[in-house]
């Protein structure tokens, strides 16, 4: 099965808002709620930060928002702050009972 | 707090085995589903397997089915990935996750496989 596919890198400025995006397919992302973001920073372990497309667990900041429209999910982060800097994973539930994540988007705070 | 740590990474050569452990504490082990999921150097995160709490539902990844076991033990809030048949491309960190349905609740540090002649 083909990683869900995310842009390779995005960036911004402190204060704007960025959109990274998760495409997937019927199967995947367009089938089922059940779509999560993490952040990893280098040398770290990822972080769940939105997780059943648009629900944040608790201590995440509400800059993070997630949504989806058909087979595409978002990941919007509004504020940049310089902690944003890091790499950015999607995953999502299939409609074979397995878990698939994107390729991974590089965030840059310019 | 919840802690998970992984252990049993090192070097083996390929076509060798290696059993990972990974003690849960702080929260109620036998409610939570379990993953693995791993991360070769510089790449991306690639999901292993899922154990439901009472380890009844198993799931895999189809790349890795057949070489790959995971296994729970709730009376020692352990949980295991036995590998075999070891492969260069199987050189990752391996995280233990603690699964909030389908998404990854709480993550350990993770522990370094090194597959190599």
């Known amino acids: 099965q083909s990683a869900l596919t995310q842009p390779a890198s995005v960036s911004g400025s402190p204060g704007q808002s960025i959109t990274i995006s998760c495409t997937g397919t019927?199967?995947?992302?367009?089938?089922?709620?059940?779509v999560s973001w993490y952040r990893q920073h280098p040398g770290k372990a990822p972080k769940l930060m939105v997780y059943?497309?648009?629900s944040r667990p608790s201590g995440v900041s509400n800059r993070f928002s997630g949504s989806k429209s058909g087979n595409t999910a978002s990941l919007t982060i509004s504020g940049l702050q310089a902690e944003d800097e890091a790499d950015y994973y999607c995953?999502?539930?299939?409609?074979?009972?397995?878990?698939?994540f994107g390729g991974g988007t590089k965030l840059t705070v310019l | 707090q919840v802690q998970l740590v992984e252990s049993g990474g090192g070097l083996v050569k390929p076509g060798g085995s290696l059993r990972l452990s990974c003690a849960a504490s702080?929260?109620?082990?036998?409610?939570?589903?379990m993953s693995w999921i791993r991360q070769a150097p510089g790449k991306g995160l690639e999901w292993i397997s899922y154990?439901?709490?009472?380890?009844?539902?198993?799931y895999y990844a189809d790349s890795l089915k057949g070489r790959f076991t995971i296994s729970r033990d709730n009376a020692k809030n352990s949980l295991y990935l036995q590998m075999n048949s070891l492969r260069v491309e199987d050189t990752a960190v391996y995280y233990c996750?603690?699964?909030?349905?389908?998404?990854?609740?709480?993550w350990g540090h993770g522990t370094m496989v090194t597959v190599s002649s």
């Open positions: 154990i439901s709490s009472s380890g009844s539902s198993i």
């Open positions: 059943d497309v648009s």
């Open positions: 019927s199967s995947d992302v367009g089938g089922y709620n059940y």
């Open positions: 995953s999502s539930y299939t409609s074979s009972n397995t878990l698939l």
């Open positions: 702080g929260f109620t082990f036998s409610d939570y589903y």
């Open positions: 996750v603690g699964m909030g349905l389908w998404f990854g609740d709480s």
